[in-house]
């Protein structure tokens, strides 16, 4: 049997208020059987226009009321063919409760956050790195727990996330997580990609997140200076476990990988450049993208101190801990070397970026290329041009304009 479907909006004349205004309704007919809803909107009688089944004028307030009433047809026509498709009983009864959320089984918010991160979880080494999985891992119990304590349950519908929830949310974290601004809002963020997630499937009716528009802070980042790495390079260490976390975090000094791309070097992502020197060649773990670095004289020194795991192709180039090790370990170093700075492995590719490269004149557009960014800006993340560099550039204008 065919159906017959069609959507009027129209204001109820009998219901009208002491100033002329009368409320709108969406009439839903299917089958010749009708069912109405109020859209929560009033119209002055005069203003209606009744045979495009809008409001008359060009005002912003019109252009608004109009374009809401074309949101709420085109979520009735969604709703409509997703009857169809699933071959559902259609009437305008069943189309209305759907639109409204009547009769319907809620999605629950920490129940789709952990469908995602089993998801993530899976893909771990093909679409996502661990850190990444392990980021949304403590996201979750991050919501889990402001849940329980703002809300005193174990879960919630997707439908109750609301801009209150998510500045709630924020704020838990900065206080009771003790969390920085931008370590909040990163979580925040992860949080967000689930609500997207939900928004896009159509399991919630509107994006909570729309209003929501914290931003991350600018932060000065850390880098060593061409005197504290002399000062680490010359500093030899009996232990063993010491002398390699130094060697692998100087290593990264000079070439700007990152700690999971040092870690997976082989034999293989070493080559033979154009310039007829030997680069390294790899794709970046985070983001997929070609890192392509020369490799300078203390980076190649490295490499050939732990020579004998060149043997086998397949084999991995530099003895690399874990990275918890790691960074604990370069806190050691950093006090028995004098280094007044939080030592991370991070913070040796800033050390690239800055000292080895920008500050010796290699343009943005090369460090960005051998750092694997997509963009300039990316880099400019990194990138702090130091006071001396600055100093020297001028001392070569002072000298064209003849004031020594």
């Not at 089944?53 to 979520?75: F, H, P, T, W």
């Not at 969604?78 to 759907?98: G, M, Y």
């Not at 009996?238 to 990264?252: A, C, G, N, P, T």
């Amino acid at each position: 049997m065919q159906t017959t479907f069609s959507t009027l909006f129209y204001p109820r004349g009998n219901d009208i208020n002491n100033i002329g205004n009368a409320p709108i309704y969406l009439r839903i007919t299917v089958n010749g059987k009708r069912s109405e809803i109020s859209i929560k909107r009033k119209v002055l009688l005069s203003k209606w226009n009744s045979e495009a089944g809008k409001v008359k004028g060009n005002a912003q307030e019109v252009r608004e009321l109009n374009r809401y009433m074309d949101s709420i047809k085109a979520k009735i026509y969604k709703i409509q063919e997703r009857l169809l498709e699933k071959e559902a009983l259609i009437t305008a009864e069943v189309i209305k409760n759907s639109y409204l959320g009547r009769n319907k089984n809620h999605k629950m918010l920490l129940a789709i956050f952990q469908d995602h991160n089993d998801k993530v979880d899976s893909l771990i080494g093909k679409d996502f790195a661990a850190g990444t999985a392990e980021r949304y891992k403590t996201a979750k119990k991050h919501v889990s727990d402001y849940i329980q304590k703002e809300y005193k349950v174990g879960d919630i519908p997707l439908k109750d996330v609301d801009h209150i929830f998510i500045s709630g949310f924020e704020y838990y974290l900065k206080t009771a997580r003790n969390c920085g601004h931008n370590t909040a809002i990163k979580y925040v963020t992860n949080f967000k990609k689930i609500i997207r997630i939900a928004y896009a499937n159509d399991w919630i009716e509107k994006d909570p997140f729309i209003n929501w528009n914290s931003k991350l802070r600018i932060v000065d980042r850390e880098f060593l200076t061409e005197e504290e790495i002399q000062l680490l390079y010359q500093k030899s260490f009996e232990m063993e476990r010491l002398e390699h976390v130094k060697d692998i975090f100087l290593f990264s000094c000079f070439t700007g990988l990152a700690y999971s791309d040092v870690k997976k070097l082989t034999a293989k992502d070493l080559v033979i450049g154009l310039d007829g020197e030997r680069w390294i060649k790899t794709n970046r773990t985070k983001t997929k993208t070609k890192s392509n670095v020369p490799i300078l004289p203390i980076a190649d020194s490295i490499l050939n101190k732990y020579c004998s795991n060149r043997n086998n192709h397949e084999k991995l180039l530099l003895p690399v801990l874990s990275n918890q090790k790691t960074n604990a370990y370069l806190k050691e170093i950093a006090d028995l070397c004098g280094i007044n700075k939080n030592l991370t492995f991070h913070l040796a590719r800033h050390t690239f970026a800055t000292t080895v490269t920008l500050s010796n004149g290699v343009p943005i557009e090369s460090v960005s290329k051998m750092l694997g960014h997509t963009t300039i800006r990316a880099t400019q993340h990194y990138a702090k041009i130091l006071d001396r560099k600055v100093s020297e550039d001028m001392k070569v204008l002072r000298m064209k304009m003849g004031v020594v």
